[in-house]
Nanobody
Framework: QVQLVESGGGLVQAGGSLRLSCAAS????????MGWYRQAPGKQRELVAG???????NYANSMKGRFTISRDNAKNTVYLQMNSLKPEDTAVYYC????????WGKGTLVTVSS
């Protein structure tokens, strides 16, 4: 089992920045990949960014150049640095971890005001 706890969401003005954190606990060694997803009101959940245990990253096209995913293995934490935020980035952001199955955090709300 893997437990994930997100933090760092909040209200920010357009053009601003936020850094989300996801702390993992439990069967950490079994995790192969971690990622951030988001779900805006009335929309499907979508991938934001992912990072493998080896450090390889991938991003959704609309986030490239604005968002950066990173991990601190010593702290079992994955981060999502979000810059140049837009109102359309408003969503609940979820942390996910893949091992034998997928595990999800409860999400953290990011609201970007215009």
């Amino acid at each position: 089992q893997v437990q994930l706890v997100e933090s760092g969401g909040g209200l920010v003005q357009a053009g601003g920045s936020l850094r989300l954190s996801c702390a993992a606990s439990g069967s950490i060694s079994s995790i192969n990949v971690m990622g951030w997803y988001r779900q805006a009101p009335g929309k499907q959940r979508e991938l934001v960014a992912g990072i493998t245990s080896g450090g390889s990253t991938n991003y959704a096209n609309s986030m490239k150049g604005r968002f950066t995913i990173s991990r601190d293995n010593a702290k079992n934490t994955v981060y999502l640095q979000m810059n140049s935020l837009k109102p359309e980035d408003t969503a609940v952001y979820y942390c996910a971890a893949g091992s034998s199955g997928w595990y999800w955090g409860k999400g953290t709300l990011v609201t970007v005001s215009s």
